[in-house]
Each structure stands twice: as C-alpha cells, then as structure tokens.
C-alpha cells in the first residue's frame, strides 16, 4: 500500500528483525517526562511478565483502555521501546497538537462516528503500521475502540486482526501480536496503584492461510482470539449485573483474603498477585450465581443493609474494619509519634502546595464528561500547575530573602507535599474512626449492630470461599 499526504510515517527500513528499537531523541524527551509524572501520580505501577514483549522486532500490542490518555502514559513509561499509538484522527484537527503528535510517532485512524467521509484515509494508517513493522517497530492498537469505564473487555473492533493478518501475509512469521491488561486500583484517586500486565503472544502465522482462504473468517477468528487474551490481563466482569456485587465483597473482603491465602498457603503479601486474586472474586460470584443463586442473593441484601447503614452514619467501611481488628498499642502510639511530629511538615507542605494540588483537581471536576477523563485531564493540568505555581512561589521567595533561601525553598516543595498529602490520607483516616469511636459512645446498641452487620457478612463470605475452594480444589491459587 502507498502512503500519501501528512499521514505518512517516516521510518528507515531495518534488515534484520533482532536489530535494536533505538528511540529518538524527541520520543526520549517526552518519554522521560512522562516517567516522572507516571511516578508522581500513581503511588505504585506494578509491571507483570514485562519479558513478553519481545525485545527487538516488529510488534502489535493490544491494549485494553480504561482510563483516556493515561492509558498511553502508562505504556510508555513501563517500555523501553518507542511505541506508535494509533490514535483517533479528531485528535489531529489541532494543527499545533497534530505536529507534536506526529513527532511522537502517533498513526491517525479515521472512526466512522468522528469521520465517516474520510473512512478511506485508513489504507494510509495500514500503510504507516506496516512501514513502522518493516522498521521493527512497536505499534499500539486500543482494539475496543474507545475508553470506558467498566471492569470489562469490551467487544473489541477488528482493526487489529486485519492489520495482523494483513502484514503476515506480506511478511509471514515477523510480526508478533501482545496483549497488555491495564488494572486500575481506582481511577480518579491520586496516588492510586495500577497494574501494566503483559500477556503471552497470539501466534498470527496460524490464521494466514484462513486468511487467503476467506479473510473475514479469520479476521473474525483471530479478533475473538485477541479478545480472549486481553480479557486474561485484566479482571473481566462478564455479567455486567455482577459488578456491584464484586466490587461489594473485594471492599470489604479483599484483606481477610489476602490474609487466608498467606496463612494456608505460605504466599507473602508482595507475591499475590491483584489481578489474579480479583478474577478469582470474580470467578467465585460467578460460581455461586449459577450454582446458589439464593445464597448470592442473600448476600447482596446483607451487603446492601450494611452499606446503608454506613450511610446513614456518614461512615465507611475501612472505619469499621479497623475497629474489629484493633490494631496492637505500639502500632496505634507509634502512629500517634508521627502524628505529632509531622504536624508542622504538614502545615508547612499544605500551605506552599495547596494551589497546584487543588487547582487541577478544581479543572477535572469542571471539565471532565465522563469518568474516565477525570485522571487525565488531571495529570494533564498537574503537569502544568505544578512547575508554574512552584517556579512563581520560588521567585516570589527570591526576591523576599534572596537566591540561598529560595533555592532551599525550591528543594523543599516536592518533599513536604509529599507528606502533606501522606498526612491528610492520615488525617481523613482518623476522622472516620473518630466518628466511629463518637457513635460508638452515643448510639451504642446502632454501632454495635453496625460492627455485627460486617462480622456476619465476613463470616458468611468465610464459608463461600471454604465451599468454593473445595469446590475447584483451590481454583488458581
């Protein structure tokens, strides 16, 4: 295929398929800001089976897509190879965005719903993949078509398996097609965790003569395998009316599990792995939906009092768990110590990082349509904020006491808002409990009814995960 006008995308063809995926110098720039703001935003990005990817050689990946930009931040950050995202054309209509996109190596793809008199731009989006796999590149690919925010694969698009099947019929056995599952701890929260899971390669020669035979019928067969293994990396609700219900018992639940699998089977809390136990959660609620449906049901009524009960009080559930299972006394006085003793670290840190913490939180909520814009338009005015309201309080520093103090000043920014947002976390913590402790001692027969609603629930989801292991004989763990 030709490529023609402003899609085309410039890349020098490589003999050898092991030849190195050196980046640009451009991509590196952006690249290693994005790293620094993937690590200030996200309290932990956890990176499994990264030795999938090949590490030279042409490649697609398929990526699931929960969280709008974010998504490709992630990424790229976790990859040591430049990746050329496709992204939607609309993007483009911005001449000032389109040259910085186009730098980083973006493809354009024409959506019927943003472009549907330009659908045959795409041949140059299929040319421009297929010239960045004859370089060995990287290309990424958000098979499902659009972000969303539910904990599920959704049914994904074609365009990946035609660009697969297509490529392996020119170039048969070089490409190789990788899954990535993105698992979001929650994604408007900042500081939250997120897991980047790479999944084993979908073998494409197998389809290649399917394709030569009847194409769509391999492209049907191929886009039904991919989605099979994105599904695999991510925790995937297939029954969407099983969503609350999974969410309920992993809130309340999760750490008791956590617990049980360290006691039985000798796992240390680091090695659980989210994403497995999650789908186990979901596998269960599955399990007895079709086998106890009752049973099931009980249990979401149970949960659903409890809940409104925690309403009612304007208490949450880690308040509540925390009173049951009363920390030892050095733990609470040592928390106590540092209480104190960060107190006017967090005064301090509050007061110089209040503007370029809350003004991009104030921008999200006022711009973001949907929630899955929430983080990214976030990140985005963070990444603006925070070097501006940072360099302006340092000036203003300069010019009040002088260079030596403003540099101090400048050192000091990152580290004390850092434990003032640390210190709030606390702070919120401790008001929930204090409310709890603060029931406790005025409606006494309510609170212990409260604290006995989650003991029966806990006890009762005991005996569904003894029945459901003995059921599977372990399941996957």
């Not at 967090?346 to 003004?359: D, I, K």
Request: proline share 5%.
């Amino acid at each position: 295929m030709a490529m023609t006008g402003p899609d085309r995308l410039a890349v020098a063809p490589l003999e050898r398929r092991d030849a190195p995926d050196r980046m640009d110098r451009f991509y590196a720039t952006v690249r290693a800001i994005v790293r620094f703001w993937v690590w200030f935003f996200f309290r932990r990005v956890d990176v499994r089976h990264p030795e999938r990817l090949p590490a030279a050689g042409p490649v697609l990946l398929c990526i699931n897509h929960p969280n709008n930009l974010i998504d490709s931040f992630l990424v790229g950050a976790v990859l040591g190879r430049k990746v050329h995202y496709m992204a939607t054309a609309a993007l483009f209509r911005n001449p000032l965005l389109a040259r910085f996109l186009r730098a980083c190596g973006v493809i354009p793809v024409y959506r019927k719903a943003d472009d549907p008199d330009k659908m045959d731009r795409n041949v140059d989006a299929f040319a421009a993949c297929y010239a960045a796999f004859d370089a060995g590149r990287v290309v990424a690919i958000y098979p499902e078509g659009t972000t969303h925010a539910e904990s599920r694969v959704q049914r994904i698009k074609t365009g990946a398996a035609r660009i697969a099947l297509g490529y392996e019929a020119e170039r048969p056995g070089r490409l190789a097609l990788v899954p990535i599952g993105l698992t979001f701890e929650t994604r408007k929260s900042f500081r939250g965790r997120v897991l980047v899971s790479f999944g084993e390669p979908i073998a494409v020669a197998p389809y290649r003569g399917a394709f030569a035979a009847d194409s769509v019928k391999a492209v049907d067969e191929l886009t039904e395998a991919i989605q099979w293994a994105m599904e695999r990396e991510v925790v995937h609700v297939e029954r969407i009316e099983s969503g609350a219900l999974v969410r309920a018992v992993e809130e309340i639940y999760r750490g008791n599990l956590e617990r049980a699998l360290a006691e039985d089977q000798g796992v240390a809390p680091r090695q659980i792995d989210p994403v497995r136990l999650s789908r186990s959660i979901v596998e269960a609620v599955d399990h007895f939906k079709t086998r106890d449906p009752e049973r099931v049901e009980r249990l979401w009524q149970q949960i659903q009092g409890y809940r409104a009960t925690l309403a009612a009080f304007r208490l949450r559930d880690e308040a509540v768990r925390a009173h049951l299972e009363r920390r030892p006394g050095r733990r609470r006085a040592l928390g106590s110590w540092r209480a104190i003793a960060g107190f006017p670290f967090f005064v301090y840190g509050a007061v110089v990082n209040a503007l370029p913490f809350y003004v991009p939180r104030w921008i999200a909520r006022r711009m973001a349509r949907k929630e899955t814009d929430y983080a990214t338009i976030r990140l985005l005015a963070s990444i603006v904020a925070f070097p501006v309201f940072w360099s302006l309080e340092t000036w203003l520093v300069w010019r009040v006491a002088g260079a030596p103090l403003a540099i101090a000043f400048a050192l000091s920014l990152p580290l004390t808002g850092t434990i003032a947002y640390a210190y709030q976390v606390g702070v919120g913590r401790l008001r929930r409990h204090a409310r709890l402790s603060a029931l406790l001692l005025m409606h006494g027969p309510e609170a212990r009814r409260l604290l006995a609603e989650r003991e029966t629930i806990v006890e009762e989801l005991d005996r569904a995960r003894r029945d459901w292991f003995a059921a599977t004989k372990g399941s996957s763990f």
